[in-house]
């Protein structure tokens, strides 16, 4: 019985170990880029309830009298949905320190990729991570917790940008493209 909620063990490539170290800049454009790639779009049912609660309270103030008030109610409702909706990218763009701009040092092993840099430090085991998304200019790493983090490609060498994307493939986290995968994009 407890067989069955065993969770199956993760194949890993056999290859030679995964040692790779970087430091790289956060600077603003490629943030900016990142963030808006792996943020949620907005989704369409948000967008047809919204425009529900308008079309509602536009057709109480048509009718008047005491169909008003809940008219208001509905444009107040939908307004503020609409604003919690729209532009997240910049929302979250604005919500970063100046100082979270500056180096960070990338330690990527067979066991874990720890993230440094002056304000902060993470670390991240490969079992919290469930799926990697290739981009021309970086692995986006999702977690369980639906986090998502960014590990940039470009001051990677050809040679670490491939034995991390055979690994990746390797634990089953990214697919095997049949063109190889998204060109690198160094910016």
Request: hydrophobic share 40%; aromatic share 10%.
């Amino acid at each position: 019985m407890a067989d069955d909620l065993e969770t199956p063990a993760v194949p890993v490539s056999a290859g030679p170990a995964l040692n790779i170290t970087f430091t790289a800049p956060l600077k603003e454009p490629y943030l900016r880029r990142f963030v808006r790639d792996t943020l949620r779009p907005v989704s369409l049912s948000g967008i047809c309830g919204s425009l529900t609660m308008v079309l509602i309270g536009a057709t109480c103030f048509y009718i008047g009298g005491p169909a008003v008030f809940p008219g208001l109610m509905n444009l107040v409702v939908a307004f503020v949905f609409l604003q919690s909706m729209g532009f997240p990218a910049d929302r979250y763009m604005r919500s970063i320190p100046a100082f979270a701009y500056g180096p960070r040092e990338f330690v990527i092993s067979d066991s874990e990729v720890t993230i440094n840099s002056a304000p902060s430090s993470s670390r991240m085991t490969w079992e919290t991570i469930t799926r990697v998304k290739q981009r021309p200019y970086a692995f986006a790493l999702y977690m369980y917790n639906r986090n998502v983090c960014d590990v940039p490609r470009a001051p990677m060498t050809d040679e670490q940008d491939e034995q991390l994307r055979q690994f990746l493939i390797g634990r089953g986290l990214l697919r095997a493209a049949r063109n190889g995968g998204a060109e690198r994009d160094d910016e």
